[in-house]
């Protein structure tokens, strides 16, 4: 499985970007489908996940009320809304799948199998 980032860019603090993450290759099986984040020097942190068929999400203390989760199967597609952003929202947004159907450990980044390459996301004050 390949993942694709995309959407990220330049907002100014209370501004709006959306970033998807469009999944090729062996998608037949079922995938918890997660966003992560990377502030330099910092470790990456989980932001949001949902599962495979899109009935639950969760999200990090830090962006519920703000970001939203969804995918799209058919389209082999996930799209992280974020909204009133902040300047500590800053950092490269990773997407990531999880080879399974349960939510056990969504907010782990190692227990995601693969993960996409990145996008950039950088909020002005």
């Known amino acids: 499985v390949q993942l694709q980032a995309s959407g990220g860019g330049l907002v100014q603090a209370g501004g709006s970007l959306r970033l998807s993450c469009a999944a090729s290759g062996r998608t037949g099986s079922s995938y918890v489908m997660g966003w992560f984040h990377q502030a330099p020097g910092k470790e990456r942190e989980f932001v949001t996940a949902?599962?495979?068929?899109?009935?639950?999400?969760y999200y990090a203390v830090s962006v519920k009320g703000r970001f939203t989760l969804s995918r799209d199967n058919a389209k082999n597609t996930v799209y992280l809304q974020m909204n009133s952003l902040k300047p500590e929202d800053a950092a490269v947004y990773y997407c990531a799948a999880q080879r399974t159907v349960t939510m056990k450990e969504y907010s782990t980044p190692g227990r995601y199998d693969y993960w996409g390459q990145g996008t950039l996301v950088t909020v002005s004050s």
């Open positions: 949902i599962s495979w068929n899109g009935g639950a999400t």
